[in-house]
């Protein structure tokens, strides 16, 4: 099972995290889409085939949870510009 971790930047507290194993319902309830799968075969296996996300930099890889499943990332152009200065 994966879990997914959605980073984005908000104008009041910085960057938001959300985390879910149920990234469709977060897709929807944030009005945005799925608009295909990575298909890049140069990346870790944990990320191919996971969905990309309108609007989102990813999937990037987010390390294993606690109890061992892998996270998946997304980050919005602000959180990526933000971590990646």
Do not use: C, H
Request: hydrophobic share 35%; proline share 2%.
């Amino acid at each position: 099972m994966a879990l997914f971790e959605i980073v984005t930047m908000t104008d009041d507290s910085g960057m938001s995290r959300v985390v879910t194993d149920d990234l469709a319902a977060w897709v929807d309830d944030m009005g945005t889409e799925i608009t295909g799968t990575e298909t890049r075969t140069n990346l870790r296996t944990e990320l191919q085939g996971q969905p990309k996300i309108a609007g989102f930099l990813g999937p990037f890889w987010g390390g294993l949870s606690q109890t061992g499943d892998a996270i998946i990332r997304y980050e919005d152009e602000g959180t990526y510009s933000a971590l990646s200065q």
